[in-house]
């Protein structure tokens, strides 16, 4: 099977959430793309400088490469300590995750952040991206939550997608109704 987005190399790559066959390249572009168009959406660059802190996560270690690789001349990405960060690298997983738990606690919705350059990344998209460009990272652990989701999305792969994005739309209807008042 060809890939789907060149039609010229052989297709080596299929998430069981996206019905898209990638070849290597193209998946990487597509992910990079995204990072992009988050940073975009957020307006980062046009205020201020992007400042992340390095971590061994993997959401953390390919984020700082995809932006490296496209930043790294105009002296828009500063490494900085965790507390000083201008921007979040959260997973669909993570922030499906998160979501749930505080939903379940009966707390108020955290998630998903703000200025997250990872938002409708999936964790499995940043693991063969890590994969293919041979970073090395930590494990993801998100707890007994992810978990037990993890199983569920044997049988049913956009649990993690679904959850990611009810949590976001009633984050957008609370921010709405508290505009409101
Ligand atoms: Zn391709």
Same mark, same amino acid.
């Given at each position: ?66 932006? !490296? ?9 500063? !490494? ?45 998209? !940043? ?55």
């Amino acid at each position: 099977m060809k890939c789907e987005f060149c039609r010229k190399r052989d297709a080596s790559i299929k998430f069981p959430f996206n019905p898209v066959h990638f070849c290597d390249q193209c998946f990487q572009t597509f992910l990079e793309k995204k990072v992009l168009k988050n940073i975009r959406k957020n307006k980062l660059l046009k205020q201020s400088h992007i400042k992340i802190s390095e971590e061994d996560k993997v959401e953390k270690k390919v984020l700082i490469h995809i932006l !490296l690789k496209y930043f790294s001349k105009s002296n828009k990405i500063e !490494l900085v300590p965790k507390e000083k960060e201008n921007v979040n690298a959260k997973s669909v997983e993570e922030c499906a995750t998160e979501f749930l738990e505080s939903f379940l606690k009966g707390s108020e919705t955290v998630s998903p952040p703000e200025n997250n350059l990872l938002d409708g990344v999936s964790i499995y998209e !940043l693991i063969k991206y890590a994969e293919l460009e041979k970073i090395t990272f930590n494990k993801p652990n998100f707890g007994k939550i992810y978990t037990m989701l993890k199983k569920i999305s044997l049988n049913n792969p956009s649990i993690f997608f679904s959850i990611f994005q009810s949590g976001k739309k009633i984050k957008e209807k609370l921010e709405k109704e508290a505009n409101n008042r």
